[in-house]
Structures are given as structure tokens and as C-alpha cells.
T-cell receptor, first 113, second 110 residues
Framework: GAGVSQTPSNKVTEKGKYVELRCDPI?????LYWYRQSLGQGPEFLIY????????DSGLPNDRFFAVRPEGSVSTLKIQRTERGDSAVYLC???????????FGQGTRLTVV | GENVEQHPSTLSVQEGDSAVIKCTYS??????FPWYKQELGKGPQLIID?????GEKKDQRIAVTLNKTAKHFSLHITETQPEDSAVYFC?????????FGKGTMLLVSP
């Protein structure tokens, strides 16, 4: 596709459940980022991939959060034992190699009830 | 780490007026400063950016200025239109990741 695609667009889950959020970056972009945005706030960095490897995961809040990008394209953000405080919009962005212009998807709105 | 402050949090202007949003950053190593526009229910859209070797950049009605000494940068929108209404975010980046401000809600009244 032409832009970054995230699925699902909305996800409602019960507290304690496991969720997976998917990101399809722009074709050819080697850098991929996950951010989290709470209501009325700017996006907060979670993790950055360069190719298949996590170059910086310092933003992951705790060990319930994990992300993979096994083939250097699609990425999945995984959240175990979800808590109500995990409710937010999870944004994915991609960037061409060697540049830092980041292009965002529309986000996945996660609601933990 | 980097800390980005953004002001004002809300800004109301009449159509045709100019709008200015200001940001400051803390990390002198930051050298890339993008601005994003976010409409309700959508992801942030990159509208303009500036690198630290440039003091000003313009794209039609939008301009960004950067003062490295003072560690602040600003977004200027001229001849505002109702479709400019959205939340605008500034950000700063050093090595790779972006640190965002808290956003400015711009409302342009017809």
C-alpha cells in the first residue's frame, strides 16, 4: 500500500488478556517505530527497529510489552496480561534507511475493560 | 533524555490570520525537528521539518524557524484556513527516535 497500515483499527479486550497489534510499514522502509499516545498527549516512544533487530527498546514500559519484526517488514506489538492503564492509541511509523522522516499509520485504539 | 515543551496548548484564530506555535528542547545533541498535524481519529501527518544546519524553512503557507543557541523552534502558518484546524505536534530527535511535545489544538474560525 501507499502508507503505513495498522490492524486492527480498534481493539477491545478484557483485563488480563493477551493482544497483538500489527503494523505494515511503507514498502522499502527499513526503520520502524512504535509509539503510544494517550488522550491529550503527544506520542511516546516505545521501540525502534532497524531491519529485523530492535535498535532501541528503551521506551517499553515493562516486560509485558514485546515487539518483533522477523523479516524486516511487518511488525507485531505484543502485550501480555493487559491492564486498564494500557488503554491508548498505539501508533506505528516507518522511515527510509538513513533518514528520519517518520510516516505514521492511523493507529490502533486499544481499550482494556 | 530529550524533553520538548510546546506552547500554547490551544490557539484560536480567525480565518486569514497567522498562527504561531513555539517549542523548546533540552538536548543540545538533537538535530532534527519535525512538525506533525493530527486530525481527529487519524495518525500524525508530517507537514514540515528542519535540520539543525538550517535556520528557516518554508513550504507555501507553512514555515519553521530554528534557534539552536536558544534551543527553540517555531511553526508559522499564514493565511489560516478552517481546514488547518487540528492538533499540531513538534518533536525533536538526536540519533533516531522522536520526542514529542504535548500538542497544540489550533482552531480556525470562518
Amino acid at each position: 500500500g501507499a502508507g503505513v497500515s495498522q490492524t486492527p483499527s480498534n481493539k477491545v479486550t478484557e483485563k488480563g488478556k493477551y493482544v497483538e497489534l500489527r503494523c505494515d510499514p511503507i514498502s522499502g522502509h527499513t526503520a520502524l517505530y512504535w509509539y503510544r499516545q494517550s488522550l491529550g498527549q503527544g506520542p511516546e516512544f516505545l521501540i525502534y527497529f532497524q531491519g529485523t533487530g530492535a535498535a532501541d527498546d528503551s521506551g517499553l514500559p515493562n516486560d509485558r510489552f514485546f515487539a518483533v519484526r522477523p523479516e524486516g517488514s511487518v511488525s507485531t506489538l505484543k502485550i501480555q496480561r493487559t491492564e486498564r492503564g494500557d488503554s491508548a492509541v498505539y501508533l506505528c511509523a516507518s522511515s527510509p534507511s538513513g533518514q528520519r522522516e517518520a510516516f505514521f499509520g492511523q493507529g490502533t485504539r486499544l481499550t482494556v475493560v | 533524555g530529550e524533553n520538548v515543551e510546546q506552547h500554547p496548548s490551544t490557539l484560536s484564530v480567525q480565518e486569514g490570520d497567522s498562527a504561531v506555535i513555539k517549542c523548546t528542547y533540552s538536548d543540545s545533541a538533537s538535530n532534527y525537528f519535525p512538525w506533525y498535524k493530527q486530525e481527529l481519529g487519524k495518525g500524525p501527518q508530517l507537514i514540515i521539518d528542519i535540520r539543525s544546519n538550517v535556520g528557516e524553512k518554508k513550504d507555501q503557507r507553512i514555515a519553521v524557524t530554528l534557534n539552536k543557541t536558544a534551543k527553540h523552534f517555531s511553526l508559522h502558518i499564514t493565511e489560516t484556513q478552517p481546514e488547518d484546524s487540528a492538533v499540531y505536534f513538534c518533536a525533536g530527535a538526536g540519533y533516531s527516535t522522536l520526542t514529542f511535545g504535548k500538542g497544540t489544538m489550533l482552531l480556525v474560525s470562518p
